[in-house]
């Protein structure tokens, strides 16, 4: 299988402590993303980081890249009830398809 | 932004009928859309990609006579589960592509919310 893995499978953090997850890939690719998926609900993207690119924020969000290990990672500064949530990693690898990790079920405390 | 719909939302079928899923891209026309099939607290799977006015292309291990899917339009393409079956029950998402610019932009997929099957 091409699919991604991410770690830890789940997390659970009390609210205003930071969230860090991982995503491993297999093949070379031309960008990452990171999306989030609220309980059965649909897919709502949060950030995207290139390939030539090492790190990237938005808002309280900080996405690094590691090409050479393939892995990215994901850290929420100051989580909130809120963003409890499944995350997931999708490499695009040039083919325009996605392939999506295995995700991180996060779980913030209030 | 880019918004994707998909109808219905929820479906409930008896086994052995047929259901059909509608992907709409609402402000924008679409050659490319792909179908993810996600069972409950695992990731999305590719199951095939659809191209306007051509066949789609199946991902290895989907059944094409099982899941056909027609992509008529530059806005709508449908996916019709055939003779469901209980382990057809899941969660199907749906999305749109938008090619990059010639400038070096990023093709990006807007994913729909998705359209939860329970076949009894």
């Known amino acids: 299988s091409q699919q991604g893995e991410e770690d830890p499978q789940a997390l659970s953090i009390q609210e205003g402590e930071n969230a860090t997850m991982n995503c491993s890939y297999k093949t070379s690719i031309n960008n990452l993303q990171w999306y989030r998926q609220n309980s059965g609900r649909g897919l709502v993207h949060l950030i995207l980081?290139?390939?030539?690119?090492r790190e990237k924020h938005s808002g309280r969000l900080r996405v690094t890249l590691d090409t050479s290990k393939k892995s990215s990672s994901l850290l929420i500064t100051a989580s909130r009830a809120a963003d409890t949530a499944s995350y997931f990693c999708?490499?695009?690898?040039?083919?325009?398809?996605?392939?999506f990790g295995t995700g991180t079920r996060l779980k913030v405390l209030a | 932004g880019a918004v994707v719909s998909q109808h219905p939302s929820r479906v409930i079928c008896k086994s052995g009928t047929s259901v059909k899923i509608e992907c709409r891209s609402l402000?924008?026309?679409?050659?490319?859309m792909f179908w993810y099939r996600q069972f409950p607290k695992q990731s999305l799977m590719l199951m095939a990609t659809?191209?306007?006015?051509?066949?789609?292309?199946?991902e290895q291990g989907v059944e094409k006579d099982k899941f056909l899917i027609n992509h008529a339009s530059l806005t709508l393409s449908t996916l019709t589960v055939t003779s469901a079956h209980p382990e057809d029950s899941s969660f199907y998402i749906c999305s749109a592509l938008i090619w990059g610019t010639s400038g070096g932009g990023t093709d990006t997929q807007y994913f729909g919310p998705g359209t939860r099957l329970t076949v009894l």
């Open positions: 402000d924008f026309q679409a050659t490319t």
């Open positions: 980081i290139r390939s030539n690119e």
């Open positions: 659809s191209n306007e006015g051509s066949k789609a292309t199946y």
């Open positions: 999708a490499t695009d690898a040039g083919t325009y398809k996605y392939i």
